[in-house]
């Protein structure tokens, strides 16, 4: 059945469920009627808190949770990806919309709307002009300092709001961090009990109860997926306790307050609003953000059962699914990382699941609102950090510098840059660090003249291996495409290693090259005309099939003909040093 | 002699001039001598035109071919680089200052100088801080465009001066054709007259001279030099025929006027004028050029005697030399292409040669200045047109389309970005594509399902080669550096080439590999995982050695462990098919 998915059929291609629903037998549909729920009851208090997050009702959350995923579920080619409101794209929502709507709740709204319909478009667009690869320019370092960056900020706003504290929206962490000391004396008792009475049941669930579980005999994986449920039930208790001590109307305790009933009536209304321009930079980034968070993850589920994805489908789909976002009246949505681990755990098997969870979290948008009125804020502030705690990897950080300093240097910037300049400007200055890195890196490449391991056909480097060499023969390996930005380099290297007197052939070996450009061809050019100037031979050896295709017909490969360009490096030293 | 400028004395180093001096004999220094007047006599009239160009008074070229070519003459590790004004800084310059100026001539000189020294400060700070790799990301292509581009837009520019029409400054090139067209009722006859008679001569004086002269017994190689000298005559001949007729009054003919005397007294009054931010990045983009241009020069004149040349230490001497630029109250300058060939086939063997050009150059503003009241400005257009002509490259742009699509594209896009939207623009629009094709192109890395070469140890693609393969066996030879922004693509190729279940054993060859970055070992290390998660072993092959120093003590080279990396794919043949 997996194999299926990839049949050439249209239906097949851009709405793959329809072909999974028909090959759908009882026991699947069980297995995603169970998963799709425990997915529901992790995303209920997710939604409301994430809406919150983003500086939004928390209903909003709620709208994401339903038409969006099912947008996806028809449209996505992974099975078990859990499409919804998500922290990181939340936390850049209110980046974008706080200085946009300036005070205004319902321009923020709008805006909203606006940054969702603008991401599905950007996404669309990725994903029919076969964009995507532009994504792969967010190395993993750039990623994970964001991720941390973005966490440490979200953690710091979410301090606030656990201990009532008030700090100003859509500042800076330092700032920030400065308003929590200058307002310290504005906590709330009350709000701090709930607050961190819910963070330690949160941090209880994960990992101890868990243990407890599974020493009462149940299946580890069925006790994390239990642990995982907890969110609901610490929601619930937290409801029953303020109810029972009028929390908000005794202790001044902030709650979620009135929550419309219901689902709103999709609307193409946002269109008409104002601001596009404004907000497409930001919707860029989410767009980006949201996508490499989605693939990801959803690569690795895809993995696990041997299934395919197809990167420019999941841009198209994940674009439906942000215009779905826009007309339900909500914020961008992507895939979720732990609560696609969730669905997928808990034995998702296609998107049918997915389906499942967004009429659940449907049905209780239509019957439960009116309870959380006197749900406690920090609660769901409780949720979001200890969600969000586990994205926080100072760790990798240290394992990244021990690697690649170069890496190290990106993620570290990425990560202070987050915090110092804020969000959007940190991840612009990450990538924009790596590529430069990068292109360093690329511009001084590794060339080794090579010497042949005595009684084999191998070539190493003279300087790390006994080799046998020969005065008259330079044999010299370029371990790096030959383009514009090392040509310089390449050529003065070369330059200075046919300096010695007793050469008389120089080859270059290009087992390591799979690319030569226009301004490497042109280094090439000079440098055989050079030194057959000056009396010398320029060979060839190990060229690549297709970097070979190219060099045919050019002025250089006529030079130096069929005869000077060697299969290996071996056949170069059989026919220039007979003797050897 | 020529190896000794590279002891490490630190004299040696800053001042390789001495160094030559002292080992210098007579005839090196007839030579020199002869050299040094031959570049003078092209270098005159060319310095005058150059001047214009840039929008500055005649004399102003005379300043720049004096002190900054005496600096660099001292400090720089080029032998026979003439440097002086060029065309496309000249041209770059006029880009710059026309806006900046608004019209008034005091601060349009006044920007002159604050790019001069900008554009030294920068070449300083870049060779100091070794950053010259930074000008390696403009490649060939790019350049040729962007020369191309420059060239046809100053042949553009004096259209106008050739033919007397009037055209406004430093504007677009659609705007100035329209102007061209608009106002081509103002030609002056006379003026066209002695222009194209200019162009005449000089064209003639470039092929069919030289070959009369060869054809007269003159060696070639000194009939080309004794060609070069032509402007010089043509501007006498221009000068005694403007007098004879009095062409300024009878026939209103544009003339140079009233020059200066002399040479100014070096003056640090420019460090205090107002404009360096608003000049900064068109000195940033004028020292890039400069230094690209001098760079490309100064290594191909060495090479052919087998000189070195340091890139750091020519960043140092230029950014000196146009220091000295400013402090001498001119414009910024550079090695020029066609000069410093002149200089090197006239006999130049060291820098005493330019010294002497400087002296002859200097000689003549403090004798001759008061002959060019009555020079046409159209002959010195002429001569403008006649040198920049040779830098207009269609041709190559053909050639690199048939090479390189890409680089094609850049090439062009670079030429018309300079055309319609201007120099700068141009030039910045051109790189930046470059890089985004660049990445594209390693986004894609070519991946070989490779086979055995039977009877031999040679491993080829399957689909050029016939081969030996097993099905138990995938050998795929990666021919790209795995980074971030091809990782994505290469797991998805090994996800999809795994799926075919009789493999038990995956061997990756690294021969192409030459370095892994962080998000690479990465992926390797999931890949790892899941093929052994589903019983499948991974094996490496043929990896380089500053890639397996990096990969020694990862999880993912314990994982593997010494046995599964081999020296040679042949060597993991023989291991996991004992019976091959």
Redesign the interface.
Known sequence: MNQKRCTNTTYARFLPLLGDIRQTDKAEFSQDLLAGTITAILLIPQALAYSLLAGLPPEVGLYASVLPPIIYAFTGTSRTLAVGPVAVAAVMVAAALVPYADGDPDKYMTGALILSALTGFIMLGMGFLRLG?LT???????LTGFTTGAAIFIVGTQLAALTGISVPRGVSFAVLLQALVDNIHTYNVATAIFGSIAVVLLILARQPLVVVLTNLGIKQQSAVILGRTAPLFVVIGAILIAELVDAHVRFDIAVVGLVPQGLPVPSLNFMKAQGWTELLPAAGMIAVIAYVES?SVA??LA??R?Q??D?DQEFRALGLANVAAACAGTMPVAGGFSRSMVNFDAGARTQLAAIFTAILVGLAAFLFTNLLENLPKAVLSAIIVVAVWQLIDIQGLKH?WS??K??GIA?GVTLVGVLALGIEQGLMLGVGL??VL?????????I?VVGRVKGS??YR?IY?HKVETWPQLLLVRI???I???????V??EL??LV?DSTITDVVLIF?????V???G??MLE?IEQ?LS??GLRLHLAEV???VLD?LYG?KFYERLGEERVY??TEKAVEKLIPSS
Chains 1, 2 share one sequence.
């Open positions: 690869w792969n320019f967010i190395s993993h370092p750039v693939i690569k690795v993995f696990r041997r395919k994805i990167p990244t690697y690649d170069g890496d993620q790596a590529l990068f292109l360093y890196r690329t511009s001084r490449p590794h080794a056909e191998h480097n790390r371990d790096e495409n383009y514009f930005a090392n040509t310089p380099r050529e003065t330059h200075n300096l087992s390591g090259v799979a690319y450009d226009t301004s061809l042109e000079t050079e100037s000056t690549k099939g297709p190219r050019t299969l290996s």
